[in-house]
Antibody
């Protein structure tokens, strides 16, 4: 069965960077795009961008352009999302989600806390 | 401010039928398919409806979706207590700056 397993919770200081991983299993890794979506405490879902694991091409939400980098490692079926210049407003649960037009499978989420 | 507009809350009693609306524009709902996600407290979102009105396997047929013009709706019939959750609509939005995946602000469904 499809599984997306994300890395553990992180606590970062303002200005730092965080890199969250999402390891995929149960399907052909390069056959499906991967979204990254975040959810601040008590708030709704916010799209950050999408990566094509096949060629590595990416598309980022305008809000995160210049601060986010999505990469993949086909040898380990893992996608990564790195967010830099963290501020308190970046405190959120970050999800990877498989698909393009829609996200059929989601990771369990990774809580990133930004605090001095 | 979300690109897609949903009512912040909805409610119903067990057995009732409830609908949740999602309003957009020609650049998103008007030209792309709509998906719906259910998020139970403390868990990741779950795909409920894709391509406007398709249910993934395992989703009860009590859940149905529809789309007309620049609006979409999620209907839940035979409401059950376990349906109490947050519901989000989503669609691709095609603008001059490129494409982005947009969500509604979410609707909190309470089963009274």
């Amino acid at each position: 069965q499809v599984q997306l397993v994300q890395s553990g919770a992180e606590v970062k200081k303002p200005g730092a960077s965080v890199k969250v991983s999402c390891k995929a299993s149960g399907y052909t890794f390069t056959s499906y795009y991967m979204h990254w979506v975040r959810q601040a405490p008590g708030q709704g879902l916010e799209w950050m961008g999408i990566i094509n694991p096949s060629g590595g091409s990416t598309s980022y939400a305008q809000k995160f352009q210049g601060r986010v980098t999505m990469t993949r490692d086909t040898s380990t079926s893992t996608v990564y999302m790195e967010l830099s210049s963290l501020r308190s407003e970046d405190t959120a649960v970050y999800y990877c989600a498989r698909g393009s037009d829609y996200a059929h499978s989601w990771g369990q989420g990774t809580l990133v806390t930004v605090s001095s | 401010q979300s690109v897609l507009t949903q009512p912040p809350s909805a409610s119903g009693t067990p057995g009732q039928r409830v609908t949740i609306s999602c309003s957009g524009s020609s650049s998103n709902i008007g030209s792309n398919t709509v998906n719906w996600y259910q998020q139970l407290p403390g868990t990741a979102p779950k795909l409920l409806i894709y391509s406007n009105n398709q249910r993934p396997s395992g989703v009860p047929d009590r859940f149905s979706g529809s789309k007309s013009g620049t609006s979409a709706s999620l209907a839940i019939s035979g409401l059950q207590s376990e349906d109490e959750a947050d519901y989000y609509c989503a669609a691709w939005d095609d603008s001059l700056n490129g494409s982005s995946w947009v969500f509604g602000g979410g609707t909190k469904l309470t089963v009274l």
